[in-house]
């Protein structure tokens, strides 16, 4: 049987990782057969077609990789034997492959070595199929800059709604800062992907692209080697098709890392995938942050649409038919608000925001971590590029107009600091972060009505649970449709739940049984196998 026909066994536009697993286990296709599938498929939707953008470089040398693979099944030394996955565009990979965010100012720039996370697919047999696409320096560069825009990569566009208005800014936005891992994930062009979050960058293209996603713990997946926000609430993790296929995913990557001093508290199961049960919502309790009697503190449901809210309506209903106890209660408003002292503000020149020339307001911590992480990746990981500070990337871009179409206004704010974590008012909004949205938010509620995750629609829960650096994980929820008064095809939403530090497992069990119970994913249309 040749190599075509092999492949064209298994549809690659929706295949799980499970099942493409299997189908190596089986010999029903080969690591080279899907790289050259997925490579076909990348030409035809993501390049031409539709012009997806979601990938940045495809792996020059992802075919001989596959090659060598070819000869090797998946098992339990080796269990992404084969399997060819993307790697954001933020991820320092140590090959003929470049590590950008995004940046003309690093468009040519190359990684010493790879990031431990690549490290890791690499010993687990993965091919490395290609760098993902992504909102530039994972949008940290300039204020209301459109998700998924770079100044190297481009524009990504939504898989479900692929639309650009007459300023090249989609229609439905992909989310981001992961935009293209999810968007490839979405369309078929990769088994799955390596996205990061530093505060919705997993959870918000998930949700508009219908995956499931884990953001962890902090410290629970190294962040050697990834090109930083924040070192307080970076974190990578994996964008996948269902939630067993994120489990698996976790199983590699889930490792300490004496390069990485948070992974020294690491807490996880030998094996994700054993707490994964269908039945798992039996007994759980579930907070809905949701209070109508109390509306100044209902802050996270009234902002949806009406499809929106109809669609977690039936997400409320599943838990309950499904044996979960759902307890309504609005989050301590502390939580949601911010402490005191924990965002500045920035002033916005974006020529194409709705609020320029006025102050934007911004993590505190996000600013003044930027300056300090990025000169410390630029000066340990970085080669081929005269870049070496973010005064040099910030001096460049100024001098070439094109790198400045959005602006730079938080690059100048991060430029204003010392970069060394010294002044007082980072530390006493690092504290407050940890404090307002750890201690006296999510701990205090889950507490009060000892639950075992908080459930929200869509990314809506990012913020407070990324600054304790809490994890979060993300199912498909249903479809809403419209953006404002304008009217759209219909695209996906997702259901989030959070829970404390190193809760994956609890987590998992109820997102899989939930996912079990509802099976909401659908894939877009447009992306047929070849």
């Known amino acids: 049987m040749g190599a075509c026909a ?3 066994e298994i549809d690659l536009s929706n295949a799980s990782l499970s099942e ?7 010999g029903r296709t080969t690591a080279s057969a899907l790289t050259r599938g997925y490579i076909a498929h990348i030409e035809a939707y993501d390049r031409a077609g539709w012009a997806l953008n979601s990938l940045r470089e495809v792996n020059p040398d992802a075919l001989a990789l596959a090659t060598e693979r070819d000869g090797q099944k998946p098992s ?30 690093l468009a040519g720039a190359r990684a010493k070595q790879d990031a431990t996370v690549v490290k890791l697919l690499r010993a687990a047999g993965a091919v490395i199929l290609g760098k993902a696409n992504l909102t530039e320096f994972a949008n940290i560069l300039a ?13 990504v566009k939504n898989a479900y709604v692929p639309l650009l208005d007459d300023k090249g800014v989609p229609v439905v936005t992909p989310g981001g800062s992961s935009s293209g891992s999810a968007v490839a994930v979405a369309a078929g062009l990769c088994a799955a992907a390596i996205g990061t979050e530093t505060s919705g960058s997993l959870l918000n293209p998930a949700t508009q692209n219908g995956l499931v996603t884990v953001k962890p713990t902090v410290g629970l997946i190294s962040r050697a080697g990834i090109l930083p926000i924040s070192h307080s609430q970076d974190t990578a993790g994996p964008m996948t098709r269902t939630v067993r296929d994120a489990a698996m995913l976790l199983n590699v990557l889930a490792a300490r890392d004496p390069a990485d001093p948070a992974t020294r508290k690491l807490k996880r199961p030998v094996d994700y995938t054993d707490c994964l049960d269908a039945d798992g919502l039996k007994g759980a309790r579930i907070g809905v942050p949701s209070d109508p009697s109390d509306p100044a503190n209902d802050t996270y449901w009234p902002a949806q649409t009406a499809r929106t809210r109809a669609a977690m309506t039936e997400v409320i209903a599943t838990l309950e038919a499904a044996g979960a106890a759902v307890i309504r209660a609005n989050l301590p408003s502390i939580g949601w608000m911010g402490g005191p002292g924990t965002n500045m ?6 020529p194409f925001s709705a609020t320029r020339h006025k102050p934007a307001y911004r993590s505190i911590v ?27 990337i910030v001096r460049f871009n100024a001098a070439h107009p094109e790198a400045m179409r959005f602006g730079q206004d938080m690059f100048f704010a991060a430029a204003a600091t010392k970069g060394d974590l010294s002044e007082p ?50 199912v498909p ?24 530090a190193w809760s994956e497992p609890t987590l998992l069990r109820i997102a899989y049984a939930y996912e079990q119970a509802s099976m909401l994913r659908r894939p877009p249309a447009g992306y047929s196998a070849l």
């Open 477 to 500: 929820a249903g479809f809403t449709s419209g953006v404002g008064p304008q009217d759209t095809p219909d695209y996906p939403i997702g259901a989030t739940f959070t829970g404390r």
């Open 425 to 474: 008012e980072y530390k006493s909004a690092r504290a407050m972060d940890v404090r307002s949205a750890g201690a006296l938010g999510l701990d205090a509620y889950l507490d009060a009505h000892r639950l075992d995750a908080v459930l929200f629609p869509g990314a809506a829960g990012c913020v407070i649970a990324a600054k304790p650096g809490y994890p979060s994980v993300q």
């Open 345 to 350: 503000a920035v002033l916005n020149t974006n």
């Open 366 to 392: 996000f600013i003044y971590e930027l300056k300090r992480d990025l000169n410390l990746y630029l000066r340990d990981w970085a080669s081929e590029t005269e870049m070496r500070t973010l005064d040099d």
């Open 143 to 155: 204020i209301d800059m459109p998700s998924g825009y770079s100044s190297l990569g481009g524009q």
């Open 76 to 105: 339990q030394r080796y269990p992404l034997a084969g399997v060819p996955i993307l790697v954001k565009d933020n991820i320092a990979t140590g090959d003929r492959q470049h590590t950008t965010a995004g940046s003309l100012a």
């Open 6 to 8: 092999m492949t064209a």
């Open 20 to 26: 493409i697993q299997q189908a190596l286990i089986d």
